[in-house]
């Protein structure tokens, strides 16, 4: 007999992504911009330094130490995960699990399975006008199911937009469990989260290696909470849940401040120049403070469907709540992204 899962999960959808034999790869928010030469070189002399028959470090010791410097924080307000995915999940089984997460919608698309995954039940609270996190609607909805924990995310994905400091405070203020601030788009907004770590004691900040360090492949988060919080969330990670490379890695990297700073820059010259080129096309572009942009078009499946003729893969976001006429398009080299403004010239037969 095969045996049954929990109905929560039997609810779920498996993660998937339909990859395009294409040559412009623009859907999924990954640095534009592979590691230099140097670097990797760096990275791979340290790797063979190092003994391959022995665990890592288990709770990733020194990479937890130069993250915290970058941060600002020290060492024991730092958690280093498996990906920002592994933290939002650790945070959901450590602190909702039997209770519910509250989160708005639309959001981070792993929002909700991370959640349920952990144990909890969630509940979605919609934005509002001009994409603002109704801080209102969430406390009420906080308050009328008894949350356990309230998960945002600034900037927010698939919107661009950053919510407001002092907004995601009042979210903090009073409530009684725990507020998870998914900043995976850290470096390229001025305002960052961890201030509100200073004046409330209930907020976890999540952030990942993926955008900012251009480490997509190594797969490293990291929680920045208070002592107590992390003490807890240390004996729920698993042990060694950061390997040896994504370890190595993403140490070089918190080391060379001014290189992800560069690159950071380089991302939104690129950013601004193409939500330029779009809006000139006549398309609506909604402002973001991340690496990608989000756009409004008469017929966005239309439009998706043409860009990939002309070999160009952006993401379709018309499945989320409020976003049937939307695409998102990750920023990419100045190449790929001349060649997707041509792509979308040619989809939405603009005259040159």
Known sequence: MTPTPSAEIGALSPYRLKREDVPVKLNQNESPLDLPSEVKREILGRLGEAPWNRYPEVRAQALRASLAALCGVADDRVLVTNGSNEAILVLAQAYAAGGTVVVAKPSYSMSRPLAVTGGAR????????????????????????????????????????????????????????????????????????????????????????????????????????????????????LPYNVGLFAQVASEVMTARRDLVAARIVEVLRERERVAAGLRALGVTV???????????????????????????????????????????????????????????????????
């Open 122 to 237: 969630v509940v979605e609270v919609p934005l509002a006008d001009g994409f603002a996190l109704d801080v209102d609607a969430m406390r009420a909805a906080a308050t009328e199911h008894h949350a356990a924990m309230i998960l945002v995310a600034s900037p927010n994905n698939p919107t661009g937009n950053r919510f407001p400091n002092d907004a995601m405070a009042r979210l903090a203020r009073g409530f009684g469990g725990l507020v998870v601030v998914d900043e995976a788009y850290w470096g390229f907004h001025p305002e960052t989260p961890l201030s509100l770590l200073d004046g409330a004691s209930n907020v976890a900040v999540v952030r990942t290696g993926s955008k900012a360090f251009g480490l997509a492949a190594a797969r490293v988060g990291w929680i920045v909470a208070s002592a107590a919080i992390v003490d807890i969330l240390d004996r729920a990670a």
């Open 286 to 352: 909604y402002p973001s403070e991340a690496n990608f942009l989000l756009m409004e078009l008469a017929d966005p499946r239309e439009t998706f469907l043409r860009l990939v003729e002309h070999g160009v893969l952006v993401r379709d976001v018309t499945s989320y709540w409020s976003l049937e006429k939307c695409l998102r398009v990750t920023v990419g080299t100045t190449e790929e992204n001349d060649r997707f403004l041509a792509a979308m010239r040619a989809a939405l037969e603009v005259p040159a």
